[in-house]
């Protein structure tokens, strides 16, 4: 382990940089997740502190999920072992918690986020070729328009978190169920009438077959236009009767009459 002393004789100055000195050797992997600390006695004596300050200084790494305390015979402070779903749900709660701003508005910001994260996402799944059965089975789901608006955008939320899964990345995988679940941590109150789901769905389904398709440019353009619809409708409401798409009516596919031609005139001949 490395060594640093800490200088400063305040207690709080103290803790911090034993804090940081024990999150260095585990973020470069001197402690790997699942090995044991030293004891406090070891810890103490290498730190040239007392227990109650050593004691904040765990405790701090305990908050940041970086270790975990157990008692009895062989315990001690062991580095955390996350799954990738707990840390995923640990970015959602910071995420959702430093963005948060009255009335959702901090929504819009997070479907940013989220939708360029999927970007990539969804052309790592078509250069992988990911199987994208939990995609197809959620789409499925949202085109019966008799589900509940709570069922539609949690199966839209599922679907999300499917999209990422098939990244095959871990790590965007990780990062992207942090952006989602904070993002749908509220559910906007302007509801999601049929007109809009088929809008929703229009998107999610040209994203699944350019996923199986092996079409990364229908996937991001997709995504893209995704976008712009969410952002109009969180922006003024009025998206909804914009932007949807409406067969156009039979006045519009008539033809211009052709227009009529003028006599030659034969004295002009």
Same mark, same amino acid.
């Given at each position: 382990?490395?060594? *640093?002393? @800490?200088?400063?004789?305040?207690?709080?100055?103290?803790?911090?940089?034993?804090?940081? &000195?024990?999150?260095?050797?585990?973020?470069?992997?001197?402690?790997?997740?699942?090995?044991?600390?030293?004891?406090?006695?070891?810890?103490?004596?290498?730190?040239?502190?007392?227990?109650?300050? =050593?004691?904040?200084?765990?405790?701090?790494?305990?908050? !940041?999920? =970086?270790?975990?305390?157990?008692?009895?015979?062989?315990?001690?402070?062991? &580095?955390?072992?996350?799954?990738?779903?707990? /840390?995923?749900?640990?970015? #959602?709660?910071? +995420?959702?918690?430093?963005?948060?701003?009255?009335?959702?508005?901090?929504?819009?910001?997070? *479907?940013?986020?989220?939708?360029?994260?999927?970007?990539?996402?969804?052309?790592?799944?078509?250069?992988?070729?990911?199987?994208?059965?939990?995609?197809?089975?959620?789409?499925?789901?949202? #085109?019966?328009?008799?589900?509940?608006?709570?069922?539609?955008?949690?199966? +839209?939320?599922?679907?999300?978190? /499917?999209?990422?899964?098939?990244?095959?990345? @871990?790590?965007? /995988?990780?990062?992207?169920?942090?952006?989602?679940?904070?993002?749908?941590?509220?559910?906007?109150?302007?509801?999601?009438?049929?007109?809009?789901?088929?809008?929703? =769905? #229009?998107?999610? &389904?040209? +994203?699944?077959?350019?996923?199986?398709?092996?079409?990364?440019?229908?996937?991001? *353009?997709?995504?893209?236009?995704?976008?712009?619809?969410?952002?109009?409708?969180? #922006?003024?409401?009025?998206?909804?009767?914009?932007? &949807?798409?409406?067969?156009?009516?039979? !006045?519009?596919?008539?033809?211009?009459? +052709?227009?009529?031609?003028?006599?030659?005139?034969?004295?002009?001949?």
């Amino acid at each position: 382990m490395s060594k *640093t002393q @800490p200088q400063d004789g305040r207690a709080a100055d103290r803790v911090s940089a034993i804090a940081t &000195v024990l999150q260095d050797n585990i973020m470069t992997g001197h402690y790997a997740p699942g090995d044991r600390l030293p004891s406090e006695a070891d810890l103490c004596a290498h730190f040239e502190v007392s227990r109650p300050t =050593l004691r904040e200084a765990l405790g701090r790494l305990t908050a !940041r999920g =970086l270790i975990t305390a157990r008692r009895g015979a062989g315990g001690g402070a062991f &580095v955390t072992r996350p799954s990738a779903e707990v /840390a995923g749900e640990q970015i #959602s709660a910071l +995420v959702a918690l430093t963005t948060r701003m009255d009335d959702n508005a901090h929504r819009p910001l997070l *479907t940013e986020a989220r939708v360029l994260l999927q970007i990539g996402c969804a052309e790592l799944a078509v250069m992988r070729q990911a199987d994208i059965a939990d995609i197809r089975a959620e789409i499925d789901l949202q #085109s019966d328009f008799a589900i509940s608006d709570a069922d539609f955008i949690a199966s +839209v939320r599922r679907m999300h978190l /499917a999209l990422a899964a098939a990244s095959g990345n @871990p790590a965007m /995988a990780m990062l992207a169920q942090g952006l989602i679940e904070a993002e749908y941590a509220v559910t906007p109150a302007d509801g999601y009438p049929t007109r809009v789901r088929a809008r929703f =769905l #229009s998107y999610h &389904v040209r +994203v699944a077959n350019g996923i199986a398709g092996g079409r990364a440019d229908d996937t991001r *353009t997709a995504l893209t236009e995704l976008w712009s619809f969410e952002q109009n409708r969180h #922006s003024d409401g009025s998206e909804d009767h914009q932007m &949807v798409e409406r067969p156009p009516k039979m !006045r519009d596919l008539r033809l211009p009459p +052709v227009q009529r031609l003028t006599p030659l005139d034969d004295s002009a001949a």
